[in-house]
Structure formats: structure tokens, C-alpha cells
């Protein structure tokens, strides 16, 4: 299951993570997020090498602002506690394992 961050926890499940950390920027009432929530659930459930979170973006409106997140559902790898990768939109399972793999493998998805 997706950790659910939030601005108390964001610094310390994501930034001083030791591995890889998948962000979902998603809001409750975007129709295209709802359409991601159970392929994020469904990598959150599957041993791929990163940990998966979720972050309401209507609840921490700063730290979206500070990652540039102006269209969702938006998805940022972070690495070593920098953003690797991201893209934005609904996006199939298999792009996403290739974004994850990318990073993982030292390159920029």
C-alpha cells in the first residue's frame, strides 16, 4: 500500500529516504488521478526497488508549488533526495516500470 504523505512527513519519507521514493501529486476530485490510483496501488504492492507514496495536492499546496506541480496527476521519482525523473498525466503500468528502471539504472526518465 502507498505511504500518504503529507507536509509533517514528506522531508523524512521521501527526501532521507535510503532508496528510491515514487511520488503520485494527485487531488480527490481529478478524474485522470482516480484512473492512476490502482496502478500506483498496484506498484506500491510489488517488489520493484522503490518506495511508493502518495501526496494530496490540495493538502500541501507548498510543497507542489516548490516541485513545480501546476498539472495532475503528476508522478516524481526522487533519488538520493533529489527529483530523478517525473512525468505527468495517467500513464500505463509498463511506462512507469520504465520510468522507475530508468532511475534505478542511473539515467533520467
Known amino acids: 500500500m502507498a505511504i500518504h504523505l503529507d507536509m509533517n512527513n514528506f522531508e523524512e519519507e521521501v527526501l532521507k529516504s535510503a532508496q528510491p521514493v515514487l511520488v503520485d501529486f494527485y487531488a480527490d476530485w481529478c478524474g485522470p488521478c482516480r484512473m492512476l ?39 516524481m521519482i526522487f533519488k538520493d533526495g533529489k527529483a530523478a525523473a517525473s512525468t505527468i498525466g495517467y500513464q500505463e503500468k509498463e511506462d512507469l516500470m520504465k520510468l522507475i528502471g530508468g532511475v534505478l539504472n542511473g539515467s533520467n526518465g
Open 37 to 75: 490510483a490502482p496502478v500506483i496501488e498496484d506498484i506500491s504492492d510489488s517488489d520493484v526497488g522503490v518506495k511508493v507514496c502518495k501526496l494530496n495536492v490540495d493538502t500541501a499546496i507548498p510543497l507542489a508549488m516548490k516541485y513545480n506541480i501546476s498539472s495532475i496527476p503528476a508522478i
